[in-house]
């Protein structure tokens, strides 16, 4: 599975905050060292933005004028957060793990928030056309992703977050939106047997997977711990593979950055021995 990643996605920061350039600079660090290929992605159109947001949104985001105390006006947060969104759109195309930022599940069609200000993952899905099962792994709730796709006969979501957190949402399925929350550190055993329950709820009359790739869900995490080890990354790749699915991934949370590196590796690693479909349209793997 190709990595998608470009460093100008360092180049915006707020000092003592969780969501800084280290996670994913260590990230891309540790995955080079294992001889990943990396592609650079160009940042989406406003037309491809549009999809899923609406102008008045887009419009906050390109001229500052917003508020928010998770998603500050960085100076060119509109480029990084196009330049995102085209991170997501590759990675589907080719089957890959978007490894950018800033994350974009918190995103809904006319709002930001929880460190996002467009929603990467909701915009490839959209774009694909392709009926999409999106697994969101993240240990928050998508309220964003599940704001978009609410009732949309082309897109299941499956979200597995911690309870009583951030952003207070997901405490019930409704329609096509299956939610599962859990309590705090309530560890693997109780999350895979989670996620299996989920998949089998979703069913399998998918054309692809779209996996929101949150590893905030680790023991040490300090915003949304599960209990898990980042073996049960790879654990749960190879349930999620089982579907064998065109499947890509974008990076949503996680706080524990010397963990980023290797759990992206585990969670693609058990896609790949699971039988998802990882590799480009056209490879062996694809």
Do not use: W
Request: overall charge negative; aromatic content about 10%; some cysteine.
């Amino acid at each position: 599975m190709e990595i998608i990643y470009s460093p100008e996605c360092l180049r915006y920061q707020r000092i003592a905050h969780p969501e800084s350039p280290v996670r994913v600079r260590i990230a891309q660090e540790y995955l080079a060292r294992l001889g990943y290929e990396f592609l650079k992605p160009e940042p989406a159109s406003r037309e491809e933005i549009l999809s899923v947001h609406t102008e008045e949104l887009v419009r906050r985001v390109e001229t500052g004028d917003f508020y928010d105390p998770d998603c500050p006006p960085y100076e060119g947060i509109e480029f990084y957060a196009r330049l995102s969104a085209g991170g997501a759109i590759l990675a589907q195309r080719r089957r890959g793990f978007s490894l950018m930022r800033p994350p974009g599940h918190h995103a809904g069609p006319s709002f930001l928030g929880g460190f996002c200000y467009f929603n990467n993952i909701a915009i490839a899905v959209r774009l694909s056309g392709l009926r999409t099962l999106i697994v969101d792994i993240d240990g928050h709730h998508g309220n964003g992703t599940q704001a978009i796709f609410l009732g949309d006969d082309q897109v299941t979501y499956v979200s597995l977050h911690r309870m009583y957190n951030y952003p207070g949402t997901g405490y019930r399925s409704e329609r096509n939106c299956l939610n599962y929350p859990l309590p705090p550190r309530c560890g693997e055993k109780v999350y895979l047997e989670t996620l299996e329950k989920a998949v089998e709820e979703a069913g399998r009359d998918y054309q692809q997977l779209a996996i929101s790739a949150g590893f905030d869900t680790y023991r040490d995490d300090p915003l949304a711990s599960l209990g898990l080890e980042v073996q049960s990354f790879y654990e749960i790749g190879v349930m999620l593979g089982k579907l064998a699915l065109p499947t890509f991934c974008v990076l949503e949370g996680g706080y524990v950055p010397e963990i980023i590196g290797p759990a992206t590796e585990a969670l693609v690693v058990g896609l790949k021995d699971g039988g998802a479909l990882t590799g480009p349209p056209g490879s062996p793997e694809g």
